[in-house]
């Protein structure tokens, strides 16, 4: 097809087919990555029946059956046959690279559960607000919320403190947490960040702040059972803390992971950043990877799948009473532009080590 042109009205045929299609795939790759499907046949390893198969998963075979006609037909899964003309499966090793829970850092699978999720959990409200223009508030996503706090939890524990950390400042930031300093890990969920952080830098002192009641609430608990005396929580909107005078230039270091953008408020509260930070003190908000200009992201290799989430999730969110809706895919151009006219002069945008979904915005009051 020339550059420019409108498709031809066959290809267009076969590109509504080949999204039916892919739409199909990720509902039903998202069944065998949460039933274990996947680790099952990743660990035997070799062609084998149904039967072997739905044995090893632990799941009804006759649904088992119909789910794997789906993968064979979608590439996912290879089919052959016995001696005796029987059908046996087998997931490609390469596939399990992707797929299985053993992937690590490399696994896509576990991404196939966001769009059922957010299906489940908003579809309705919002196709409501394509007509009220409403924001949809979090009480619509509990399971997504669960699945997303699941999913941070399990990079926290990769990378955080070995790989994130060290990458900080060229290192400095590593140092300074070992001698000692006041941290702030605004919008913080359930805590594990700065949960991480104390055990690893005792002698520096965390503060987890979240909107969320139940969240905090977790989150002490946690410290608790873990005998941490060097981290604190509270519920607290962060815009908030800009006008309060316990929290004016009070830590040395705030992070933000992936949690700017979905703020009804996010230049207010990337001005509370500013205003908590001591002189001198730094900054790390980690994004999404993407530009402001919709033109940019056109060749994103997950663009739409990342609008797609900010669609149903991100946007509508941030435009609770009547909020920005900022949206995931606000782009470094923007986030930039909001970090300096919230005060930042210095604003270092990088990549992420074994992070390709987002940017570290590294800033210096």
Same mark, same amino acid.
């Given at each position: ?29 998202? /069944?065998?990555?949460? &039933?274990?499907?996947? $680790? =099952?046949?990743?660990? !035997?390893?070799?062609? =084998? ?8 998963? %632990?799941?009804?075979? #006759? ?11 979608? *590439? ?6 016995? +001696?005796?003309?029987?059908? #046996? ?8 690279d992707l797929l299985a829970r053993r992937s690590g850092n490399a696994n896509l699978g576990v991404y196939t559960q966001e769009i059922p999720l957010l299906i489940h959990c908003a579809?309705?409200?919002?196709? @409501? *607000?394509?007509?009220? %223009?409403?924001?949809?508030?979090? $009480? ?9 706090? +699941? ?27 070992? +001698? ?8 913080? *969920? ?12 005792? #002698?520096?002192?965390? &503060?987890?702040? $979240?909107?969320?009641?139940? &969240? ?20 607290? $909107? ?22 700017v953008h979905d703020q009804t408020r996010p230049a207010d509260a990337l001005k509370a950043v500013h205003a908590v930070l001591k002189p001198g003190g730094c900054f790390s908000m980690?994004? /999404?990877?993407?530009?402001?200009? !919709? ?14 989430? @900010?669609?149903?999730?991100? !946007? ?33 945008? &990088? ?15």
């Amino acid at each position: 097809m020339t550059e420019g042109t409108d498709p031809k009205p066959d290809d267009f045929s076969q590109k509504i087919a080949d999204i039916l299609n892919g739409g199909a795939l990720n509902l039903a790759l998202a /069944i065998g990555y949460r &039933t274990g499907i996947f $680790d =099952a046949m990743d660990a !035997m390893g070799e062609p =084998a029946d149904a039967g072997a198969i739905a044995k090893a998963a %632990g799941v009804d075979s #006759r649904y088992l059956k119909e789910w794997l006609g789906v993968m064979v037909c979608g *590439g996912i899964i290879e089919l052959s046959r016995s +001696e005796a003309g029987e059908d #046996r499966f087998y997931l490609p090793r390469s596939h399990g690279d992707l797929l299985a829970r053993r992937s690590g850092n490399a696994n896509l699978g576990v991404y196939t559960q966001e769009i059922p999720l957010l299906i489940h959990c908003a579809m309705e409200p919002v196709v @409501s *607000g394509f007509r009220t %223009g409403e924001g949809v508030s979090y $009480d619509h996503y509990p399971r997504f919320q669960n699945f997303m706090t +699941e999913l941070a939890d399990a990079k926290h524990r990769d990378v955080l403190v070995d790989r994130f950390l060290p990458s900080v400042d060229d290192g400095r930031m590593v140092k300074r947490l070992q +001698e000692g300093i006041d941290v702030c890990d605004m919008g913080c *969920g359930e805590g594990l960040a700065a949960l991480l952080m104390a055990e690893a830098f005792p #002698r520096s002192r965390f &503060t987890g702040v $979240d909107i969320s009641w139940e &969240t905090i609430a977790l989150a002490q608990k946690e410290a608790v059972r873990r005998g941490l005396k060097n981290v604190v929580f509270h519920a607290l $909107d962060a815009v908030k803390m800009k006008g309060d005078p316990d929290y004016k230039e009070s830590f040395d270091y705030v992070a933000a992971f992936d949690a700017v953008h979905d703020q009804t408020r996010p230049a207010d509260a990337l001005k509370a950043v500013h205003a908590v930070l001591k002189p001198g003190g730094c900054f790390s908000m980690v994004d /999404i990877a993407a530009h402001t200009d !919709m033109a940019g992201n056109t060749n994103h290799p997950m663009g739409p799948f990342l609008y797609t989430v @900010s669609l149903m999730h991100c !946007m509508p969110v941030g435009r609770v009473n009547g909020g920005a809706g900022l949206g995931m895919m606000w782009g470094k151009e923007k986030a930039a532009e909001m970090l300096a006219d919230a005060g930042f002069q210095e604003v270092a945008v &990088t990549e992420i080590p074994d992070d390709p979904f987002n940017f570290h915005f590294f800033c210096r009051k």
